[in-house]
């Protein structure tokens, strides 16, 4: 995949040298559960798993600490002659990545992650919606400054929403004040993250119009701006309600 992908970047570069080509990685994240010294390093180890594609496909090589990650894993690594060298020279322009949420890890937790993220114990100063996911618009900013910190290339944040139960209230109407109480809050961390230096080249949502969620296979779990009259076993009309938009400001 790191070969094809540089090959990629190559030819996206021959064929129009002022494009941009980059990669894209779910980069939401992950804190230590405490300040106990084995939380803080396997809370390490557990992000740079996360992190290891990003440092092939931007840096261009493999890191230091992925030798280790094969011998405990039992994985054999087959190269052909310039494979690496290919990847040296054909490194993504930008990165894109998913945020969502964070976690924390404990000392000896399975190593686990889905569609938002790693995920370990939930963290008691943060608040949850009904499927476990934490919301941090904070650690936006903190991931932000640790990607720029890392790579020192442009950032697009192309995944950020909130997923609810939406209800349709007596009025027709969905009033959503708390997802867009989320996307205020994540926007400003944006803005911070922009005074804190980081070249922040673009932000999207996931997703403008509710669809079955990617994650846990259910319509129930909405995120969009749009309500779609749909249920988890199929039924609706599929009309199309615009929820309740207040100003962002």
């Known amino acids: 995949m790191f070969v094809a992908h540089s090959l990629a970047v190559k030819m996206c570069h021959e064929i129009c040298p002022e494009a941009k080509i ?6 939401s994240n992950v804190y230590p559960h405490t300040c106990k010294p084995e939380d803080v390093f396997e809370t ?32 054999k690594i087959e190269m052909q002659p310039g494979d690496e060298e290919i990847i040296r020279q054909y490194t993504s322009d930008y990165l894109g990545f998913s945020y969502y949420r964070t976690s924390t890890h404990e000392y000896g937790q399975p190593f ?14 943060l608040e949850s919606i009904p499927w476990g996911w934490q919301i941090d618009p904070l650690g ?17 944040i192309v995944e950020n ?4 139960e939406d209800k349709i209230s007596k009025d027709g109407k969905i009033h959503d004040e708390y997802r867009i109480d989320y996307i205020r809050k994540h926007l400003q961390a944006v ?4 005074r804190d230096g980081v070249d922040i ?3 999207t949502y996931w997703g403008p119009i ?18 779609v009259d749909r249920d988890n076993e199929g039924r609706g009309t599929l009309k199309r309600i615009k929820k309740v938009c207040h100003s962002l400001s």
């Not at 992650?113 to 995920?119: L, V």
């Not at 803005?191 to 922009?194: D, P, R, S, T």
């Open 201 to 203: 080249m673009g932000y």
């Open 112 to 125: 686990y992650g889905d569609t938002g993220g790693d995920q370990g114990t939930p963290n008691p100063y």
């Open 22 to 27: 980059g990669c894209m990685l779910s980069l």
């Open 140 to 156: 936006l900013r903190y991931t932000l400054n640790e990607l720029y910190d890392r790579y020192q290339i442009p950032l697009f």
């Open 191 to 194: 803005k911070e993250a922009l």
């Open 210 to 227: 509710d669809i079955v969620s990617a994650g846990m296979g259910e319509m129930r779990k909405r995120y969009g701006f749009i309500y």
């Open 161 to 164: 929403g909130l997923g609810q």
């Open 44 to 75: 390490m180890e557990l992000r740079r798993r996360s992190l290891l594609y990003g440092d092939v496909m931007i840096r261009g090589y493999y890191p230091n600490y992925v030798t280790r990650i094969w011998d405990e894993e039992g994985v």
